[in-house]
Nanobody, 125 residues
Framework: QVQLVESGGGLVQAGGSLRLSCAAS????????MGWFRQAPGKEREFVAG????????AYRNSVKGRFTISRDSAKNTLYLQMNSLKPDDTAVYYC??????????????????WGQGTQVTVSS
């Protein structure tokens, strides 16, 4: 059984930082892309960041470029998202996703086959 378990969410003031982790079990994702998505109340789920199987290719949505950094540790089968300079608009449930289809980072949720349960990030002004 494949599981993706996020951790590291919480409440932070604007300008602060959080580091999200996603521990995968039941399947190795070292040969495939992984990503982070988020969903704010009343809004559609949206792409945040993606990383290719080698860890050297990354992609970000424009609003987080320069503030967020995605990385992976394939030996630990773990995905990370370092979030700096957080803004109230970053408030959302953040989801980790793993693919078994693509090896380069993708912004399409249809390219991801496995999803975590989500972790809440709340940024206060």
């Amino acid at each position: 059984q494949v599981q993706l378990v996020e951790s590291g969410g919480g409440l932070v003031q604007a300008g602060g930082s959080l580091r999200l982790s996603c521990a995968a079990s039941g399947r190795t994702f070292s040969n495939y892309a992984m990503g982070w998505f988020r969903q704010a109340p009343g809004k559609e789920r949206e792409f945040v960041a993606g990383i290719g199987w080698k860890g050297t290719s990354t992609a970000y949505r424009n609003s987080v470029k320069g503030r967020f950094t995605i990385s992976r540790d394939s030996a630990k089968n773990t995905l990370y998202l370092q979030m700096n300079s957080l803004k109230p608009d970053d408030t959302a449930v953040y989801y980790c996703a793993g693919s078994r289809q693509v090896v380069i980072p993708s912004s399409s949720e249809y390219d991801y086959d496995y999803w975590g349960q989500g972790t809440q990030v709340t940024v206060s002004s």
